[in-house]
C-alpha cells in the first residue's frame, strides 16, 4: 500500500507542476462533468496532510483535506453516527428540517485548489453555494448525492489506479 500512496504523491506533484507550466496556454475545456463515485479515503500523515481519493473508473484524483474533515468524511461513508453531532452532521440535519436536500456537488479546480458547488433544492429551487470540496463531499455523502468532476480535471489530476488482483490462495 506505501508504494500506491508514494505514487500518488509523485503522480499529484508532477501533475501539478505540469498544470502550472502549461496553464496559460492550454485551451479551456468545454467537457461535461463526469460522476465521481467516492468509494474509499486514505488518511496519509504527511506534512501536506490526509488525502481523500475521489475513484473514477481506473483513476483516483486526491483532495487534500484537514484531519477533522478526513474523520468526518469517513465516519460517513463508515455509516457512523457520532455521539454528539459534528459540523457536516448538524448542517444535514438542519438541511432536513428544512426539507431541503444536497441535491449534487460539483468539484473544480483553479490556481492549484479544489473548490466545490454544492447545490441544495429547497422543494425544486436549486441554489448552488460556494464550498470548501472537502465539505461540499462531506455534505454530498451524508444526502448520497452524486459528486461531479470535470473529466478534464481527471485528466490532468487523476492518479491511475494499480488493477486489482485477485487474492492469491
Not at 486526491?62 to 469517513?74: E, H, K, R, T, Y
Not at 465516519?75 to 438542519?94: N, W
Not at 425544486?124 to 448520497?144: E, G, H, M, N
Amino acid at each position: 500500500m506505501s508504494k500506491l500512496l508514494r505514487s500518488l504523491w509523485a503522480s499529484v506533484a508532477f501533475s501539478l507542476a505540469a498544470a502550472s507550466a502549461g496553464a496559460a496556454d492550454a485551451p479551456q475545456s468545454m467537457s461535461e462533468p463526469a460522476e465521481v463515485q467516492v468509494q474509499s479515503i486514505e488518511v496519509i500523515f504527511s506534512q501536506v496532510g490526509p488525502v481523500v481519493l475521489l475513484k473514477f473508473r481506473n483513476k483516483a484524483v486526491p483532495v487534500f483535506v484537514d484531519s477533522l474533515v478526513a474523520g468526518s468524511i469517513q465516519g460517513a461513508l463508515a455509516g457512523q453516527k457520532p455521539p454528539r453531532p459534528l459540523s457536516h452532521d448538524l448542517m444535514h440535519t438542519i438541511l432536513e428540517s428544512l426539507d431541503a436536500k444536497v441535491s449534487q456537488v460539483v468539484i473544480t479546480h483553479k490556481e492549484g485548489i479544489y473548490y466545490g458547488a454544492l447545490t441544495i433544492t429547497v422543494g425544486k429551487t436549486p441554489k448552488v453555494f460556494d464550498s470548501r470540496s472537502s465539505d461540499a463531499i462531506a455534505l454530498a455523502i451524508r444526502f448520497k448525492a452524486p459528486i461531479l468532476v470535470q473529466q478534464s480535471l481527471v485528466d490532468s489530476f487523476g492518479v491511475d489506479l494499480p488493477q486489482a488482483r485477485g487474492k492469491e490462495l
